[in-house]
């Protein structure tokens, strides 16, 4: 688990959700945390752990889907010597070794049949048995369990127990994707923000561009709090002026000109973007009844590109001409058209 990562956040959705794992941690019943990849899944166990009776106890983390099929069960329950080609001596599982504690696993979705089979055991009974033993051993453990699969609907698929899922669910906490965050990703782009210029030894943070800080807020997201921390470190740490604030953002960290084509793409080459800003869907029937004065919107939507490849361009005017198919007159005189002339004397 990333112990550096906290929670930060002040939306209602996301405090709910906060507010649900304090109230489950002090029970002794199992938790299933819900959400995509990058919401905070292995944060709200620990979280279930720390305010937990048995927070002094261990805190074992096995992740399902990064171990092949035929080892999960070893790993979980532990083994005998001469169990199965390789096991020269005794293990034990994170079972045992999460005795008295609570055991995370995390992707559950991903775990076999057989291996559930023996989990929903372990879960109603308090026995595990380790492969090649005959007796079982008795432990005491709170299981969270986290995945971004619809368990549900594998159980009416057959691919999840629905006996194991009834027994994980006493309470079941779902994590908000952070597009739905209202207010949260200015938070924690400053929090990141702020965390990576003390690391580099800035003198002061100096925030982010008005066009940064609108593309972060528009952008889906689909890697969550983890990708927005990525996007945001890696922002700060390619800036050149730390007393400027920062002016430009990459959302895809393989987005070049020089990405390696494949052979389909290689035969069949699409056209350039225009410019690298990350793909939005097109305005909602709302937000074009929103606008009033066709001017002013496509006013703000030049000022927008404008300020997108000045940041890109690290405020160079030449280079951001030449990156606009302008003149250097041309662009000057957008430039002063919408105020932008303060920054950059390229």
């Not at 709200?44 to 927070?55: D, M, P």
């Amino acid at each position: 688990m990333d112990r550096e990562v906290q929670f930060i956040g002040q939306s209602g959705a996301f405090l709910d959700a906060v507010e649900r794992a304090s109230r489950a941690a002090p029970m002794r019943r199992p938790v299933l945390v819900i959400g995509e990849r990058g919401t905070g899944k292995e944060l709200i166990a620990e979280r279930l752990h720390r305010l937990s009776t048995r927070w002094q106890e261990p805190l074992v983390t096995m992740n399902c889907a990064a171990l092949p099929e035929t080892l999960i069960e070893a790993e979980l329950f532990g083994h005998e010597a001469g169990a199965f080609t390789g096991a020269t001596r005794a293990r034990a599982g994170r079972f045992e070794e999460a005795d008295k504690g609570t055991l995370f696993l995390d992707e559950l979705g991903t775990l076999s049949m057989g291996a559930q089979e023996r989990l929903l055991r372990a879960v109603e009974y308090g026995e595990v048995t380790r492969i090649g033993a005959s007796r079982p051993i008795r432990v005491d453990v709170r299981i969270v369990a986290a995945t971004n699969e619809d368990l549900p609907k594998m159980a009416a698929q057959n691919r999840f127990r629905a006996d194991l899922l009834d027994r994980l669910s006493f309470e079941v906490i779902t994590l908000p994707p952070l597009r739905v965050r209202e207010g949260d990703i200015a938070v924690l782009a400053d929090y990141f923000g702020r965390r990576m210029a003390a690391e580099l030894h800035w003198d002061a943070w100096p925030g982010f561009a008005r066009h940064v800080a609108d593309q972060l807020e528009r952008y889906a997201w689909p890697g969550n709090v983890r990708e927005l921390r990525n996007v945001v470190e890696r922002a700060v740490y390619r800036w050149d002026d730390p007393s400027a604030p920062i002016g430009h953002v990459q959302f895809d960290p393989f987005e070049s000109p020089w990405k390696p084509a494949t052979s389909q793409a290689a035969a069949h080459p699409a056209p350039p973007p225009a410019n690298d800003a990350p793909a939005r869907p097109a305005p909602a029937r709302a937000d074009l009844d929103d606008i009033a004065d066709l001017r002013s919107a496509v006013e703000a939507h030049e000022r927008a590109i404008l300020e997108h490849h000045l940041g890109r361009n690290r405020y160079n005017q030449r280079q951001t001409a030449k990156a606009l198919g302008l003149t250097y007159d041309q662009l000057r005189h957008c430039l002063k058209k919408h105020g932008l002339l303060e920054r950059g004397q390229g």
